[in-house]
């Protein structure tokens, strides 16, 4: 099974961009669909972004579409979370996870194995 570490988050004031990285060891990456999610204390976790196995497909969630930017490498096992002009709303712990099947890419449900999150907080 695939393990993952997210890293980049971190402090920024809004208007400023931030890319985050969940790095996969284990079974091969690229046989994985992968996500992004948030959560902010005191809400459930909510989806950000998903992207297919090959990359070729993405999904992102209305309150980040046009600023945020899903992508994968898979000769370094690496998917990204690109995000620009982050907003206040944005300060979350993110937590990318991995999924086997190709349907409901937006449940949490679907999503198989977890990192451990990555504090982004936005600063108005």
């Known amino acids: 099974q695939v393990q993952l570490v997210e890293s980049g988050g971190g402090l920024v004031q809004a208007g400023g961009s931030l890319r985050l990285s969940c790095a996969a060891s284990?079974?091969?990456?690229?046989?994985?669909?992968m996500g992004w999610f948030r959560r902010t204390p005191g809400k459930e976790r909510e989806f950000v972004a998903a992207i297919s196995r090959t990359g070729g497909t993405t999904y992102y969630a209305d309150a980040v579409k046009g600023r945020f930017t899903i992508s994968r490498d898979n000769a370094k096992n690496t998917v990204y979370l690109q995000m620009n002009s982050l907003k206040p709303e944005d300060t979350a712990a993110y937590y990318c996870?991995?999924?086997?099947?190709?349907?409901?890419?937006?449940?949490?449900?679907?999503?198989?194995?977890w990192g451990q999150g990555t504090q982004v907080t936005v600063s108005s």
């Open positions: 996870a991995a999924r086997s099947g190709v349907i409901q890419v937006r449940s949490e449900q679907v999503y198989d194995v």
């Open positions: 284990g079974r091969t990456f690229s046989s994985y669909g």
